[in-house]
């Protein structure tokens, strides 16, 4: 069983930074793809980015690339999201989750485990 926890969502100008941490409970959080969605009023919960186990391979949206980077620390059971240069777009209650399956997978469905999310508000 794995129990994840978001952290460090916040109001930020456009054009800002933030840091999202996730802190996992479990020890089997190092085999599992972590995931990062996020989900704004109204719409679908949507992929921003994903890594596998080893840290070798990552995606992103192509609405987030090259503005955030997915990492994580498995002797830590963290995974985190460093978001710069943010839109108001990127204002969503984001969320981590986690995959048994080892292979990035961008739908929400193909997740087993979700941390109960995280406000990011981005204002102009």
């Known amino acids: 069983q794995v129990q994840l926890v978001e952290s460090g969502g916040g109001l930020v100008q456009a054009g800002g930074s933030l840091r999202l941490s996730c802190a996992a409970s479990g020890r089997t959080f190092s085999s599992y793809t972590m995931g990062w969605f996020r989900q704004a009023p109204g719409k679908e919960r949507e992929f921003v980015a994903a890594i596998i186990w080893s840290s070798s391979s990552t995606y992103y949206a192509d609405s987030v690339k090259g503005r955030f980077t997915i990492s994580r620390d498995n002797a830590k059971n963290t995974v985190s999201l460093q978001m710069n240069s943010l839109k108001p777009e990127d204002t969503a209650v984001y969320y981590c989750?986690?995959?048994?399956?080892?292979?990035?997978?961008?739908?929400?469905?193909?997740?087993?485990?979700w941390g109960q999310g995280t406000q990011v508000t981005v204002s102009s």
């Open positions: 989750a986690a995959d048994r399956v080892p292979a990035i997978r961008t739908t929400h469905r193909a997740y087993d485990y």
